[in-house]
């Protein structure tokens, strides 16, 4: 049975601290507009940096509502797993299939430097989420919930990405977890994420905000108050 840890942020408080951190970052983004205009948005996005990564244009899809035509090919877990979702694929077989059964998501995860193996299996991480609360899988929710307590046993959240992914999967292990102590690891390291986002340019940069606003979506919408986690 899931744990209630009353002493930690409830989703109410964690959106409204969300959104306080968002609002203007995207101000400019056309999420109302028609899909010629999302369309030219994904097309040429990059961020404060001129960055795009191939995960950008499957993680934009989803959150515009377009779906695009997939690559012919995947170069890492993420992009495979964001493929699946702006396509609204949300098979839990077909996602099994892509990850290991436990621990890392990405088989030989420990072969990949640091920083980039943060980047694939926060990544992936979070758009497993997506597919495993739209197809309802009990075992694909579990195996997400494993792969973020072995992110808190394992990778440090400021691995050098900035890039808060799978915040609301950490947050429901802080709900769920049965340990405390595993409970405020969780709640401590969604924390990290959302804060280390915002240190380069005193707000989250425009990616980052996005990622945000993505898990805030995600989190199930209940009352409560404006304190800040």
């Known amino acids: 049975m899931p744990t209630n840890h009353t002493n930690l942020p409830t989703n109410a408080q964690w959106t409204n601290h969300i959104h306080a951190l968002i609002r203007h970052p ?8 028609t899909d010629a205009q999302k369309q030219t948005y994904i097309d040429t996005f990059a961020d404060e940096y ?17 779906t695009l035509d997939p690559p012919a090919e995947f170069s ?7 493929c699946l979702v702006q396509s609204h694929n949300f098979d839990p077989d077909a996602a099994h299939a892509l990850i290991t059964p436990a621990g890392a998501l990405v088989p030989d995860s420990a072969n990949l430097a640091i920083e980039y193996r943060t ?31 072995w992110h808190t046993q394992e990778l440090q959240p400021d691995n050098a990405i900035n890039r808060p992914w799978a915040t ?10 049965t340990d405390t102590e595993a409970a405020h690891l969780a709640h401590l390291h969604a924390q990290t994420l959302i804060h280390n ?6 707000s989250p940069d425009i ?16 009352p409560g108050a404006t304190t800040r986690p």
């Open 76 to 82: 890492a877990l993420d992009q495979h797993l964001w």
């Open 197 to 202: 986002c915002s240190i380069s340019l005193g």
């Open 119 to 149: 980047m694939v299996e926060l990544g992936a991480l979070h758009a497993l989420w997506i597919i495993a609360n739209r197809s309802n899988s009990q075992s694909l929710i579990a195996r997400c919930l494993d792969a973020a307590a």
């Open 50 to 66: 001129a960055n795009r990564r191939l995960t950008d244009r499957p993680f934009l899809a989803h959150l515009l509502s377009l």
């Open 207 to 222: 990616l980052s905000a996005l990622i945000l606003k993505d898990a805030a979506n995600q989190l199930p919408n209940e």
């Open 26 to 33: 995207l101000a400019d983004v056309p999420f109302a507009a």
């Open 168 to 177: 609301q999967v950490f947050i429901a292990l802080s709900q769920s977890a």
